[in-house]
C-alpha cells in the first residue's frame, strides 16, 4: 500500500483523500459546477470517483490530493498530478469545491503539487487539460504561467484545451514571471 504524503502551503494542507470527504465531494459532484469534470453525478457516482482518485495513487504512485483549508478544516478541493487512462500525457488537475473559488486556493495548491511532481516525481513537462467554457481553470492555467498549445478530444469529455506548463528548466532560469 503506497503512503500518501502530505504537503503543506500557506494557506492549505494537501492530504490523502478520507470518507469524512465524501459529503463535500458528492455536494460538489451534484451541483452544476461539476459540469466540466463529469458532472454532475449522484452520490453512487461520486462514490466511485472518489475511489477513481485514491486508486489513482495506489496505480500510479501519485495522484491528487484532498485540498484542506488549514484554518478551517474544510474540503476545498481536489488538486494534484494526474495521468488516467485516456489522458494524453501527465496533467495537474484542480476542482474547487462549491464556495472555495475565487480565493487563489487552485493556484496555491497547484503550484505546490507541480513542485511536488516536477521535484519528487521527476516529471520534466506537465499539461492540464481545461474545458474551453471553464474561464475559472484556464486563468489558474495562466496563472501558473502555463500556455495554450492545441486542443485534446477526450472520448467523454470532447474538446479540451492543452496547456503547457513551463519546464523546471524553465522555472530555473527565470520563473514563471517569465512565461506569464
Given at each position: 500500500?503506497?503512503q500518501?504524503?502530505?504537503?503543506s502551503?500557506?494557506?492549505?494542507?494537501?492530504?490523502?483523500m478520507?470518507a469524512?470527504?465524501?459529503?463535500?465531494?458528492?455536494?460538489?459532484f451534484a451541483?452544476?459546477?461539476?459540469?466540466?469534470?463529469?458532472g454532475?453525478?449522484?452520490?453512487?457516482?461520486s462514490?466511485?470517483?472518489?475511489?477513481?482518485?485514491?486508486?489513482?495513487?495506489?496505480?500510479?504512485?501519485f495522484?491528487?490530493?484532498?485540498?484542506?483549508?488549514t484554518?478551517?478544516?474544510?474540503?476545498?478541493?481536489?488538486?494534484?498530478?494526474?495521468f488516467?487512462?485516456?489522458?494524453?500525457?501527465?496533467?495537474?488537475?484542480?476542482?474547487?469545491?462549491?464556495?472555495?473559488?475565487?480565493?487563489?486556493?487552485?493556484?496555491?495548491?497547484?503550484?505546490?503539487?507541480?513542485?511536488?511532481?516536477?521535484?519528487?516525481?521527476?516529471?520534466?513537462?506537465?499539461?492540464?487539460?481545461?474545458?474551453?467554457?471553464n474561464?475559472?481553470?484556464?486563468?489558474?492555467a495562466?496563472?501558473?504561467?502555463?500556455?495554450?498549445?492545441?486542443?485534446?478530444?477526450?472520448e467523454?469529455?470532447?474538446?479540451?484545451?492543452?496547456?503547457?506548463?513551463?519546464?523546471?528548466?524553465?522555472?530555473?532560469?527565470?520563473g514563471?514571471?517569465?512565461?506569464?
Amino acid at each position: 500500500m503506497i503512503q500518501i504524503p502530505t504537503i503543506s502551503t500557506p494557506r492549505l494542507t494537501l492530504r490523502p483523500m478520507e470518507a469524512r470527504d465524501f459529503a463535500s465531494f458528492t455536494a460538489f459532484f451534484a451541483s452544476e459546477r461539476s459540469k466540466f469534470v463529469g458532472g454532475p453525478m449522484t452520490a453512487e457516482q461520486s462514490w466511485r470517483a472518489l475511489a477513481t482518485e485514491l486508486g489513482h495513487w495506489q496505480l500510479r504512485g501519485f495522484g491528487r490530493w484532498a485540498v484542506e483549508e488549514t484554518e478551517t478544516g474544510e474540503l476545498a478541493g481536489i488538486i494534484g498530478p494526474w495521468f488516467p487512462h485516456g489522458w494524453p500525457e501527465p496533467e495537474l488537475g484542480w476542482d474547487l469545491m462549491n464556495g472555495f473559488e475565487g480565493k487563489g486556493y487552485a493556484t496555491e495548491a497547484a503550484l505546490a503539487s507541480r513542485e511536488y511532481a516536477y521535484d519528487t516525481l521527476g516529471w520534466t513537462t506537465a499539461i492540464s487539460l481545461v474545458a474551453p467554457e471553464n474561464h475559472g481553470s484556464r486563468n489558474v492555467a495562466k496563472r501558473m504561467g502555463a500556455t495554450h498549445e492545441g486542443i485534446y478530444e477526450h472520448e467523454r469529455h470532447g474538446a479540451l484545451e492543452i496547456w503547457r506548463h513551463p519546464s523546471p528548466q524553465d522555472l530555473a532560469a527565470g520563473g514563471m514571471e517569465a512565461y506569464a
